[in-house]
């Protein structure tokens, strides 16, 4: 079937406007990930859920930044007030739990975010 | 806590030359490393894992547990191998997963 995809590819908003940004997996993949990628930059790890266990939320940079995912299905990241800083790539990456392709991440093309 | 080390930034070599793109770990269990690929607008993509001790794109990696590395080598680099390059970690159990900062191959023609 499809990929990952995510939505929405670019979005432009003014300082202190929230965002919501969706992140759909592969049907069946159990885990997914945030990250975020700022220009020239590296991934930097946001969040993890995995089934319905509590989520990792170690990398979130700050209590503005939250995230949800409804069982194994659609994930939102939302940043509230959002700053200049806040300005990256944001992909979304799924994992499936079993088969030949156990462990590897599937990501998303991004959703490019510009505060300005 | 796992961590993992990417020295180069950037890495620029000459078409036909050997590349090496050095990946160095630290986890106290015993890892799944993997390397992942960008090329110029597109995905990120996985480009082969430890486990499967297979060559992609004339790529190989070994796991040097001594030396906690997962160095990613070419012997002659193409021009079409100009990508941004990460190793990942994930770990057993819960299966977090940790990317290095990546590093930019640039193979000039």
């Known amino acids: 079937g499809a990929g990952v995809s995510q939505s929405p590819s670019n979005k432009v908003t003014e300082k202190g406007k929230d965002v919501e940004l969706r992140c759909d997996p592969i049907?069946?993949?159990?885990?997914l990930y945030w990250y975020r990628q700022r220009l020239g930059q590296g991934l930097e790890f946001l969040i993890y859920?995995?089934?319905?266990?509590?989520?990792?939320k170690s990398g979130l940079p700050s209590d503005r930044f939250s995230a949800e995912r409804t069982g194994e299905s659609v994930s939102t990241l939302t940043i509230q007030r959002t700053q200049q800083e806040d300005s990256a790539v944001y992909l979304c990456?799924?994992?499936?739990?079993?088969?030949?392709?156990?462990?590897?991440?599937?990501f998303g093309p991004g959703t490019r975010l510009t505060v300005l | 806590a796992q961590r993992v080390t990417q020295p180069e930034k950037l890495l620029s070599v000459f078409k036909g030359a050997p590349v090496e793109l050095k990946c160095n770990y630290s986890?106290?269990?015993?890892?799944?490393l993997f390397w992942y690929v960008q090329y110029s607008r597109q995905r990120l993509q996985l480009l082969l894992r430890?486990?499967s001790r297979e060559s992609i794109k004339g790529f190989t990696a070994d796991l040097n547990k001594g030396e906690t590395s997962f160095h990613l080598k070419k012997p002659f680099a193409q021009e079409e191998d100009s990508a941004m390059y990460y190793c990942?970690?994930?770990?057993?159990?819960?299966?977090?997963?940790?990317f290095g900062t990546g590093t930019k191959l640039q193979v000039i023609p």
């Open positions: 990456a799924s994992r499936p739990r079993t088969g030949l392709s156990y462990n590897e991440q599937f």
């Open positions: 049907s069946g993949h159990t885990a």
């Open positions: 859920f995995q089934g319905n266990s509590a989520p990792d």
């Open positions: 986890y106290s269990g015993s890892p799944e």
């Open positions: 430890h486990i």
């Open positions: 990942a970690l994930i770990s057993g159990g819960y299966q977090k997963v940790t």
